[in-house]
Protein backbone atom coordinates (compact mmCIF):
# COMPACT_ATOMS: atom_id res chain seq x y z
CA UNK A 1 0.00 0.00 0.00
CA UNK A 2 2.73 2.27 -0.07
CA UNK A 3 2.62 3.34 -3.71
CA UNK A 4 0.62 6.57 -3.88
CA UNK A 5 -1.70 6.34 -7.37
CA UNK A 6 -2.82 9.85 -8.01
CA UNK A 7 -6.13 10.13 -9.61
CA UNK A 8 -7.90 13.31 -11.21
CA UNK A 9 -9.85 15.31 -8.67
CA UNK A 10 -12.90 17.08 -8.96
CA UNK A 11 -13.76 20.78 -8.20
CA UNK A 12 -17.44 20.94 -6.87
CA UNK A 13 -16.54 25.07 -6.70
CA UNK A 14 -17.85 26.29 -3.36
CA UNK A 15 -19.25 22.81 -2.31
CA UNK A 16 -17.00 20.15 -0.68
CA UNK A 17 -17.27 17.07 -1.93
CA UNK A 18 -17.74 15.10 1.40
CA UNK A 19 -20.58 16.61 1.10
CA UNK A 20 -21.64 15.48 -2.09
CA UNK A 21 -21.60 11.70 -0.58
CA UNK A 22 -23.25 12.75 2.09
CA UNK A 23 -26.16 14.59 0.48
CA UNK A 24 -26.69 11.99 -2.03
CA UNK A 25 -26.18 8.62 0.49
CA UNK A 26 -28.50 10.17 2.96
CA UNK A 27 -31.18 9.66 0.44
CA UNK A 28 -29.91 6.58 -1.07
CA UNK A 29 -29.71 4.71 2.80
CA UNK A 30 -32.97 6.14 3.52
CA UNK A 31 -34.39 4.79 0.18
CA UNK A 32 -32.93 1.68 0.92
CA UNK A 33 -33.98 0.83 4.17
CA UNK A 34 -37.76 1.68 3.17
CA UNK A 35 -37.04 -1.32 0.62
CA UNK A 36 -35.62 -3.49 3.12
CA UNK A 37 -38.56 -2.35 6.03
CA UNK A 38 -41.45 -2.10 3.05
CA UNK A 39 -40.91 -6.26 2.50
CA UNK A 40 -41.12 -6.96 6.53
CA UNK A 41 -44.24 -4.64 6.28
CA UNK A 42 -46.03 -6.85 3.99
CA UNK A 43 -45.02 -10.19 4.50
CA UNK A 44 -46.92 -9.14 8.19
CA UNK A 45 -49.92 -8.00 6.18
CA UNK A 46 -49.53 -11.03 4.03
CA UNK A 47 -49.38 -13.25 7.20
CA UNK A 48 -52.42 -11.20 9.01
CA UNK A 49 -54.65 -12.34 5.71
CA UNK A 50 -52.82 -15.60 5.74
CA UNK A 51 -53.85 -16.52 9.23
CA UNK A 52 -57.59 -15.30 9.55
CA UNK A 53 -56.82 -12.52 11.47
CA UNK A 54 -57.71 -10.39 8.32
CA UNK A 55 -61.85 -10.51 8.88
CA UNK A 56 -62.52 -7.36 7.19
CA UNK A 57 -60.11 -8.64 3.96
CA UNK A 58 -58.45 -5.93 3.32
CA UNK A 59 -54.62 -6.49 3.46
CA UNK A 60 -54.30 -8.06 0.10
CA UNK A 61 -55.51 -4.56 -0.69
CA UNK A 62 -53.09 -2.78 1.36
CA UNK A 63 -50.07 -4.65 0.22
CA UNK A 64 -50.86 -4.33 -3.25
CA UNK A 65 -51.32 -0.62 -3.26
CA UNK A 66 -48.21 -0.36 -1.00
CA UNK A 67 -46.10 -2.28 -2.86
CA UNK A 68 -46.41 -0.16 -5.96
CA UNK A 69 -45.15 3.29 -3.98
CA UNK A 70 -42.67 0.94 -3.00
CA UNK A 71 -41.59 -0.25 -6.67
CA UNK A 72 -41.77 3.28 -7.50
CA UNK A 73 -40.12 4.77 -5.09
CA UNK A 74 -37.22 2.84 -3.62
CA UNK A 75 -36.56 0.67 -6.88
CA UNK A 76 -36.27 3.32 -9.34
CA UNK A 77 -35.10 5.75 -6.47
CA UNK A 78 -32.75 3.53 -4.96
CA UNK A 79 -31.61 2.04 -7.82
CA UNK A 80 -30.80 5.18 -9.41
CA UNK A 81 -28.91 6.96 -6.43
CA UNK A 82 -27.16 3.49 -5.47
CA UNK A 83 -25.44 3.81 -8.73
CA UNK A 84 -25.09 7.52 -8.27
CA UNK A 85 -23.29 7.12 -5.19
CA UNK A 86 -20.70 4.77 -7.06
CA UNK A 87 -20.13 7.30 -9.30
CA UNK A 88 -19.82 9.80 -7.02
CA UNK A 89 -17.46 8.13 -4.54
CA UNK A 90 -14.83 6.95 -7.27
CA UNK A 91 -14.37 10.22 -8.59
CA UNK A 92 -14.10 11.47 -4.88
CA UNK A 93 -12.31 9.26 -3.06
CA UNK A 94 -11.66 6.45 -5.73
CA UNK A 95 -8.57 5.54 -3.18
CA UNK A 96 -10.94 4.48 -0.59
CA UNK A 97 -13.32 2.80 -2.80
CA UNK A 98 -10.28 0.97 -4.24
CA UNK A 99 -9.48 -0.33 -0.61
CA UNK A 100 -12.97 -1.25 -0.13
CA UNK A 101 -13.01 -3.27 -3.41
CA UNK A 102 -9.92 -4.99 -2.80
CA UNK A 103 -10.43 -6.38 0.76
CA UNK A 104 -14.23 -7.21 0.56
CA UNK A 105 -14.12 -8.29 -3.07
CA UNK A 106 -16.18 -11.60 -2.35
CA UNK A 107 -18.26 -10.11 0.23
CA UNK A 108 -19.49 -6.95 -2.41
CA UNK A 109 -20.30 -10.26 -5.08
CA UNK A 110 -22.29 -11.98 -2.41
CA UNK A 111 -24.04 -8.83 -1.47
CA UNK A 112 -24.94 -7.90 -5.37
CA UNK A 113 -26.08 -11.43 -5.81
CA UNK A 114 -28.99 -10.80 -2.80
CA UNK A 115 -29.63 -7.38 -4.31
CA UNK A 116 -30.40 -9.40 -7.94
CA UNK A 117 -32.08 -11.78 -5.70
CA UNK A 118 -34.29 -8.83 -4.03
CA UNK A 119 -34.90 -6.86 -7.04
CA UNK A 120 -36.53 -10.67 -9.55
CA UNK A 121 -38.40 -11.45 -6.43
CA UNK A 122 -39.70 -8.01 -5.90
CA UNK A 123 -40.47 -7.39 -10.08
CA UNK A 124 -42.52 -10.82 -9.87
CA UNK A 125 -44.72 -9.58 -7.67
CA UNK A 126 -44.65 -6.32 -9.20
CA UNK A 127 -45.87 -7.98 -11.88
CA UNK A 128 -47.60 -11.43 -11.00
CA UNK A 129 -48.77 -10.41 -7.36
CA UNK A 130 -52.26 -9.87 -7.44
CA UNK A 131 -52.91 -13.15 -9.64
CA UNK A 132 -51.12 -15.52 -7.37
CA UNK A 133 -52.51 -17.89 -4.43
CA UNK A 134 -51.60 -16.66 -0.63
CA UNK A 135 -49.00 -19.07 -0.16
CA UNK A 136 -47.16 -18.55 -3.11
CA UNK A 137 -47.63 -14.28 -2.81
CA UNK A 138 -46.12 -15.32 0.79
CA UNK A 139 -43.30 -17.04 -0.46
CA UNK A 140 -42.38 -14.27 -2.82
CA UNK A 141 -42.60 -11.20 -0.46
CA UNK A 142 -40.65 -13.78 1.93
CA UNK A 143 -37.79 -13.79 -0.54
CA UNK A 144 -37.81 -10.31 -1.04
CA UNK A 145 -37.22 -9.48 2.11
CA UNK A 146 -34.55 -11.87 3.43
CA UNK A 147 -32.77 -10.79 0.32
CA UNK A 148 -33.09 -7.08 0.63
CA UNK A 149 -32.33 -7.39 4.20
CA UNK A 150 -29.16 -9.68 3.80
CA UNK A 151 -28.39 -6.80 1.21
CA UNK A 152 -28.08 -4.75 4.37
CA UNK A 153 -26.26 -7.12 6.25
CA UNK A 154 -23.64 -7.38 3.94
CA UNK A 155 -23.33 -3.34 2.88
CA UNK A 156 -23.10 -3.08 6.64
CA UNK A 157 -20.15 -5.02 7.29
CA UNK A 158 -18.35 -2.88 4.99
CA UNK A 159 -19.53 0.51 5.98
CA UNK A 160 -18.65 -0.20 9.97
CA UNK A 161 -15.47 -2.00 8.87
CA UNK A 162 -14.64 1.96 7.94
CA UNK A 163 -15.26 3.10 11.70
CA UNK A 164 -14.23 0.49 13.46
CA UNK A 165 -11.88 -1.96 11.80
CA UNK A 166 -10.95 -3.74 15.18
CA UNK A 167 -8.91 -6.96 14.65
CA UNK A 168 -9.08 -6.22 11.10
CA UNK A 169 -6.09 -3.92 11.96
CA UNK A 170 -3.69 -6.48 13.05
CA UNK A 171 -4.71 -9.68 11.27
CA UNK A 172 -5.95 -7.99 7.63
CA UNK A 173 -8.22 -11.05 8.16
CA UNK A 174 -11.68 -10.36 6.33
CA UNK A 175 -13.85 -11.61 8.82
CA UNK A 176 -11.98 -10.09 11.19
CA UNK A 177 -13.10 -6.63 9.43
CA UNK A 178 -16.09 -7.55 8.41
CA UNK A 179 -17.98 -8.70 11.94
CA UNK A 180 -16.43 -5.71 13.57
CA UNK A 181 -17.41 -4.11 17.07
CA UNK A 182 -19.88 -1.73 15.37
CA UNK A 183 -21.18 -4.48 13.11
CA UNK A 184 -24.15 -5.60 15.55
CA UNK A 185 -25.15 -2.40 16.69
CA UNK A 186 -25.45 -0.92 13.65
CA UNK A 187 -27.13 -3.53 12.02
CA UNK A 188 -29.86 -4.20 14.36
CA UNK A 189 -30.28 -0.02 14.89
CA UNK A 190 -30.44 -0.32 11.46
CA UNK A 191 -33.23 -3.05 10.74
CA UNK A 192 -35.16 -0.64 13.28
CA UNK A 193 -34.89 2.33 10.96
CA UNK A 194 -36.04 0.20 8.41
CA UNK A 195 -39.53 -0.84 9.99
CA UNK A 196 -40.16 2.90 11.44
CA UNK A 197 -39.61 4.28 8.07
CA UNK A 198 -42.01 1.45 6.14
CA UNK A 199 -44.69 1.79 9.18
CA UNK A 200 -44.57 5.76 8.57
CA UNK A 201 -44.69 5.40 4.51
CA UNK A 202 -47.18 2.72 5.58
CA UNK A 203 -49.54 5.46 7.19
CA UNK A 204 -49.20 7.73 4.67
CA UNK A 205 -50.43 4.92 1.51
CA UNK A 206 -53.24 3.73 4.10
CA UNK A 207 -54.31 7.62 4.03
CA UNK A 208 -53.78 7.02 -0.12
CA UNK A 209 -56.48 4.49 0.32
CA UNK A 210 -60.31 4.92 -0.61
CA UNK A 211 -61.12 2.95 2.44
CA UNK A 212 -63.86 3.35 5.60
CA UNK A 213 -62.73 5.40 8.33
CA UNK A 214 -62.64 2.01 11.25
CA UNK A 215 -60.66 -0.29 8.38
CA UNK A 216 -58.05 3.00 8.05
CA UNK A 217 -57.69 2.29 11.73
CA UNK A 218 -57.34 -0.77 11.80
CA UNK A 219 -54.66 -0.71 8.94
CA UNK A 220 -52.79 2.13 10.83
CA UNK A 221 -52.96 0.16 14.24
CA UNK A 222 -51.20 -2.73 12.55
CA UNK A 223 -48.44 -0.83 10.71
CA UNK A 224 -47.92 1.09 14.00
CA UNK A 225 -46.91 -2.56 15.39
CA UNK A 226 -43.56 -2.11 13.22
CA UNK A 227 -42.99 1.38 15.23
CA UNK A 228 -42.62 -0.51 18.55
CA UNK A 229 -39.50 -1.92 18.41
CA UNK A 230 -38.50 1.82 18.35
CA UNK A 231 -38.36 1.40 22.72
CA UNK A 232 -35.11 -0.59 21.83
CA UNK A 233 -33.07 2.44 19.91
CA UNK A 234 -31.65 4.14 23.18
CA UNK A 235 -30.02 0.88 24.37
CA UNK A 236 -28.21 -0.08 20.65
CA UNK A 237 -27.39 3.89 20.41
CA UNK A 238 -26.03 3.68 23.18
CA UNK A 239 -24.09 0.18 22.56
CA UNK A 240 -23.13 1.93 19.08
CA UNK A 241 -21.43 4.75 20.95
CA UNK A 242 -19.75 2.88 23.93
CA UNK A 243 -17.78 0.63 20.82
CA UNK A 244 -16.39 3.66 19.20
CA UNK A 245 -13.10 4.43 19.40
CA UNK A 246 -12.67 7.42 21.96
CA UNK A 247 -11.73 10.22 19.78
CA UNK A 248 -14.79 9.16 17.35
CA UNK A 249 -16.89 9.36 20.61
CA UNK A 250 -15.91 12.84 21.97
CA UNK A 251 -17.15 14.34 19.08
CA UNK A 252 -20.49 13.34 19.92
CA UNK A 253 -20.25 14.09 23.24
CA UNK A 254 -19.32 17.67 23.06
CA UNK A 255 -15.96 17.48 20.84
CA UNK A 256 -17.35 18.85 17.68
CA UNK A 257 -20.50 21.15 18.12
CA UNK A 258 -21.38 20.24 14.56
CA UNK A 259 -21.65 16.50 15.70
CA UNK A 260 -23.22 16.97 18.58
CA UNK A 261 -26.16 19.15 17.29
CA UNK A 262 -26.30 16.72 14.28
CA UNK A 263 -26.92 13.96 16.89
CA UNK A 264 -28.93 15.53 19.09
CA UNK A 265 -31.22 16.59 16.07
CA UNK A 266 -31.25 12.83 15.37
CA UNK A 267 -32.03 11.75 18.90
CA UNK A 268 -34.68 14.05 19.40
CA UNK A 269 -36.56 13.66 15.92
CA UNK A 270 -36.61 9.80 16.93
CA UNK A 271 -37.94 10.70 20.39
CA UNK A 272 -41.30 12.45 18.18
CA UNK A 273 -41.99 9.54 16.44
CA UNK A 274 -41.42 7.27 18.93
CA UNK A 275 -43.19 8.97 21.77
CA UNK A 276 -46.54 9.89 18.93
CA UNK A 277 -45.94 6.31 17.54
CA UNK A 278 -46.12 4.62 21.00
CA UNK A 279 -48.34 6.51 22.99
CA UNK A 280 -50.82 7.80 20.48
CA UNK A 281 -51.29 5.62 17.33
CA UNK A 282 -50.73 2.24 19.81
CA UNK A 283 -51.63 2.90 23.00
CA UNK A 284 -54.61 5.16 22.52
CA UNK A 285 -55.25 4.25 19.16
CA UNK A 286 -55.37 7.21 17.47
CA UNK A 287 -55.59 7.21 13.78
CA UNK A 288 -52.94 9.51 11.92
CA UNK A 289 -53.86 11.77 8.62
CA UNK A 290 -51.63 11.87 5.38
CA UNK A 291 -50.42 15.29 6.63
CA UNK A 292 -49.16 13.80 9.96
CA UNK A 293 -48.18 10.81 8.47
CA UNK A 294 -45.58 12.54 6.29
CA UNK A 295 -44.83 14.81 8.64
CA UNK A 296 -43.35 12.08 10.69
CA UNK A 297 -41.97 10.58 7.70
CA UNK A 298 -39.93 13.71 6.97
CA UNK A 299 -38.99 13.50 10.63
CA UNK A 300 -37.61 10.07 10.17
CA UNK A 301 -35.92 11.65 7.21
CA UNK A 302 -34.36 14.10 9.78
CA UNK A 303 -32.94 11.50 11.85
CA UNK A 304 -31.43 9.48 9.22
CA UNK A 305 -29.56 12.09 7.98
CA UNK A 306 -28.18 13.63 11.30
CA UNK A 307 -27.26 9.76 12.43
CA UNK A 308 -25.52 9.09 8.78
CA UNK A 309 -23.99 12.91 8.99
CA UNK A 310 -22.66 11.62 12.41
CA UNK A 311 -21.54 8.10 11.05
CA UNK A 312 -19.34 10.19 8.46
CA UNK A 313 -18.30 12.94 10.18
CA UNK A 314 -16.50 10.65 13.21
CA UNK A 315 -14.43 8.46 11.11
CA UNK A 316 -12.26 11.88 10.51
CA UNK A 317 -9.54 11.53 9.98
CA UNK A 318 -9.91 8.81 8.12
CA UNK A 319 -11.80 7.04 5.44
CA UNK A 320 -10.86 3.89 6.85
CA UNK A 321 -9.52 4.13 10.28
CA UNK A 322 -5.59 3.92 11.17
CA UNK A 323 -5.23 2.86 7.75
CA UNK A 324 -6.59 5.38 5.48
CA UNK A 325 -6.43 8.90 6.11
CA UNK A 326 -10.03 11.43 4.59
CA UNK A 327 -7.35 12.76 1.85
CA UNK A 328 -6.66 8.98 0.69
CA UNK A 329 -3.18 8.48 2.32
CA UNK A 330 -2.00 6.29 4.72
CA UNK A 331 0.60 7.34 7.48
CA UNK A 332 3.44 5.29 5.71
CA UNK A 333 2.69 7.38 2.75
CA UNK A 334 2.47 10.80 4.85
CA UNK A 335 6.22 9.96 6.12
CA UNK A 336 7.58 9.53 2.67
CA UNK A 337 5.64 12.30 1.30
CA UNK A 338 7.56 14.55 4.35
CA UNK A 339 11.33 13.04 2.26
CA UNK A 340 10.34 13.47 -1.18
CA UNK A 341 7.35 15.87 -1.30
CA UNK A 342 3.03 14.70 -2.10
CA UNK A 343 2.69 16.38 -6.08
CA UNK A 344 6.49 16.25 -7.45
CA UNK A 345 4.29 13.08 -9.78
CA UNK A 346 1.09 14.35 -9.25
CA UNK A 347 0.50 14.29 -13.47
CA UNK A 348 -2.81 16.18 -12.93
CA UNK A 349 -2.55 19.93 -14.65
CA UNK A 350 -4.03 22.86 -12.06
CA UNK A 351 -7.32 24.28 -13.73
CA UNK A 352 -6.09 27.28 -15.46
CA UNK A 353 -2.66 27.40 -14.40
CA UNK A 354 -2.11 30.62 -15.84
CA UNK A 355 -4.53 32.29 -13.02
CA UNK A 356 -1.20 32.02 -10.68
CA UNK A 357 1.32 34.30 -10.43
CA UNK A 358 4.42 31.86 -9.82
CA UNK A 359 5.38 28.58 -9.59
CA UNK A 360 5.47 28.50 -5.77
CA UNK A 361 1.89 29.83 -5.48
CA UNK A 362 0.26 27.36 -8.38
CA UNK A 363 2.49 24.21 -6.37
CA UNK A 364 0.76 25.59 -3.40
CA UNK A 365 -2.57 25.03 -4.91
CA UNK A 366 -1.82 21.86 -5.88
CA UNK A 367 -0.81 20.62 -2.15
CA UNK A 368 -4.19 22.30 -2.06
CA UNK A 369 -5.74 19.90 -3.82
CA UNK A 370 -4.15 16.84 -3.41
CA UNK A 371 -4.33 17.07 0.70
CA UNK A 372 -7.02 19.17 1.60
CA UNK A 373 -9.87 19.72 -1.13
CA UNK A 374 -11.68 17.05 0.21
CA UNK A 375 -12.62 18.56 3.39
CA UNK A 376 -11.84 21.88 2.49
CA UNK A 377 -12.90 25.22 -0.94
CA UNK A 378 -11.37 27.73 -0.95
CA UNK A 379 -13.99 30.12 -0.06
CA UNK A 380 -17.36 28.12 0.18
CA UNK A 381 -18.39 25.12 2.97
CA UNK A 382 -15.07 25.00 5.36
CA UNK A 383 -13.11 27.35 3.24
CA UNK A 384 -10.00 28.00 4.04
CA UNK A 385 -10.05 31.83 3.47
CA UNK A 386 -12.66 32.01 6.68
CA UNK A 387 -10.14 29.57 8.69
CA UNK A 388 -6.78 30.92 8.21
CA UNK A 389 -7.57 34.45 6.34
CA UNK A 390 -7.13 36.35 9.15
CA UNK A 391 -4.13 34.15 10.04
CA UNK A 392 -0.32 35.88 9.96
CA UNK A 393 1.98 34.07 7.86
CA UNK A 394 4.07 32.43 10.69
CA UNK A 395 0.60 31.50 12.13
CA UNK A 396 -0.47 29.52 9.19
CA UNK A 397 3.02 28.01 9.00
CA UNK A 398 2.94 26.90 11.96
CA UNK A 399 -0.52 25.12 12.16
CA UNK A 400 -0.24 23.77 9.01
CA UNK A 401 2.94 22.00 9.73
CA UNK A 402 1.13 20.70 12.99
CA UNK A 403 -2.30 20.11 11.30
CA UNK A 404 -3.04 17.34 13.49
CA UNK A 405 -2.58 18.90 16.90
CA UNK A 406 -4.53 22.11 15.49
CA UNK A 407 -7.44 20.29 14.88
CA UNK A 408 -7.24 16.72 15.16
CA UNK A 409 -10.01 16.01 12.82
CA UNK A 410 -7.18 16.55 10.44
CA UNK A 411 -4.56 14.46 9.08
CA UNK A 412 -1.04 15.26 9.38
CA UNK A 413 0.51 17.36 6.33
CA UNK A 414 2.05 15.36 4.27
CA UNK A 415 4.84 17.42 2.30
CA UNK A 416 8.13 18.88 3.54
CA UNK A 417 8.70 22.46 4.36
CA UNK A 418 9.00 23.29 1.08
CA UNK A 419 5.40 22.66 0.20
CA UNK A 420 4.14 23.74 3.74
CA UNK A 421 5.53 27.66 2.61
CA UNK A 422 3.89 27.02 -0.96
CA UNK A 423 0.04 26.76 0.51
CA UNK A 424 0.67 29.83 3.16
CA UNK A 425 1.98 31.81 -0.13
CA UNK A 426 -0.93 30.31 -1.55
CA UNK A 427 -3.21 31.58 1.07
CA UNK A 428 -2.05 34.14 0.96
CA UNK A 429 -2.31 35.33 -2.06
CA UNK A 430 -5.74 34.30 -2.27
CA UNK A 431 -6.80 36.94 0.60
CA UNK A 432 -4.68 39.56 -0.99
CA UNK A 433 -7.24 39.20 -4.21
CA UNK A 434 -5.16 37.19 -5.87
CA UNK A 435 -2.73 39.90 -7.74
CA UNK A 436 -1.07 38.95 -11.13
CA UNK A 437 2.33 39.95 -8.90
CA UNK A 438 3.17 37.76 -6.31
CA UNK A 439 7.28 37.32 -4.87
CA UNK A 440 8.45 33.83 -4.11
CA UNK A 441 9.61 33.37 -0.77
CA UNK A 442 12.40 31.57 0.04
CA UNK A 443 14.13 32.45 3.45
CA UNK A 444 16.51 29.65 4.65
CA UNK A 445 15.56 30.36 8.28
CA UNK A 446 11.55 29.80 7.39
CA UNK A 447 12.10 26.68 6.21
CA UNK A 448 14.30 25.43 9.08
CA UNK A 449 11.53 26.67 11.81
CA UNK A 450 8.97 25.00 9.10
CA UNK A 451 11.33 21.70 9.40
CA UNK A 452 11.45 22.19 13.25
CA UNK A 453 7.61 22.37 13.60
CA UNK A 454 6.97 19.03 11.50
CA UNK A 455 9.25 17.26 13.07
CA UNK A 456 7.24 17.92 15.97
CA UNK A 457 4.50 16.70 14.54
CA UNK A 458 6.25 13.77 13.16
CA UNK A 459 4.77 10.69 15.61
CA UNK A 460 1.49 9.35 14.03
C1 LIG B 1 -10.49 15.11 7.03
C2 LIG B 1 -10.90 16.37 6.60
C3 LIG B 1 -9.86 17.49 6.58
C4 LIG B 1 -8.69 17.56 5.86
C5 LIG B 1 -8.14 16.52 4.89
C6 LIG B 1 -8.12 18.84 6.16
N1 LIG B 1 -8.92 19.51 7.05
FE1 LIG B 1 -8.57 21.36 7.84
N2 LIG B 1 -10.22 21.18 8.99
C7 LIG B 1 -11.13 20.16 8.93
C8 LIG B 1 -12.20 20.44 9.86
C9 LIG B 1 -13.43 19.55 10.06
C10 LIG B 1 -11.89 21.65 10.48
C11 LIG B 1 -12.69 22.35 11.56
C12 LIG B 1 -13.54 23.42 10.95
C13 LIG B 1 -14.24 24.20 12.01
O1 LIG B 1 -13.78 24.23 13.17
O2 LIG B 1 -15.25 24.80 11.66
C14 LIG B 1 -10.63 22.10 9.92
C15 LIG B 1 -10.00 23.29 10.27
C16 LIG B 1 -8.91 23.80 9.59
C17 LIG B 1 -8.30 25.08 9.89
C18 LIG B 1 -8.75 26.03 10.98
C19 LIG B 1 -8.24 25.51 12.29
C20 LIG B 1 -8.68 26.31 13.48
O3 LIG B 1 -8.24 25.95 14.58
O4 LIG B 1 -9.46 27.25 13.35
C21 LIG B 1 -7.26 25.23 9.01
C22 LIG B 1 -6.30 26.38 8.90
C23 LIG B 1 -7.22 24.06 8.18
N3 LIG B 1 -8.23 23.22 8.56
C24 LIG B 1 -6.31 23.85 7.17
C25 LIG B 1 -6.18 22.66 6.47
C26 LIG B 1 -5.17 22.42 5.47
C27 LIG B 1 -4.15 23.42 5.02
C28 LIG B 1 -5.34 21.14 5.03
C29 LIG B 1 -4.55 20.40 3.98
C30 LIG B 1 -3.14 20.35 4.20
C31 LIG B 1 -6.48 20.59 5.76
N4 LIG B 1 -6.95 21.54 6.62
C32 LIG B 1 -6.95 19.31 5.59
C33 LIG B 1 -11.06 19.03 8.15
C34 LIG B 1 -9.99 18.72 7.32
New binding site residues.
Partial sequence: MNAFEYYPLHDFGPVMK?LVIGGLGIFHVFLAQFAIGGGMLMCYFQWLGQSGRDRLGVTRKFIDGYFKYLVLISFVMGALTGVGMWFTSIQISPRTIGLMVHEFHWLWATEWTFFCLEVVSGYTFFRYGARLPDALRMRLLATYTIAAWFSLFWINGILSWQLTPGNWIETGQVWDGFFNPSFWPSLLFRTIVCMVIAALAGCVVINTMPLPSEIRRLLIFRASHFLLPMVLMPVLGIWFVAVLPPDSRQWVLGG?V?MTLFMNVAVGASILIAGYAIIGLYWQRLTINGATATLLLVLAFGATAGGEFVREGVR??FTVRQTL???SMTPAQITEFRRVGSVNDDPYPLLNPERYPNDQVRLGAK??RL??S???TEHGV?G?MH??GT?TNSQ?RM??AK?QF??N???P??GPPEEVEA?VQW?DWLMAHEPSDWPTSDDPVVRQQIAVWLEEASDF
Avoid: D, E
Fill in positions: GSAKPYSNVFQCICHNLLAWRNILTKVMPFALL
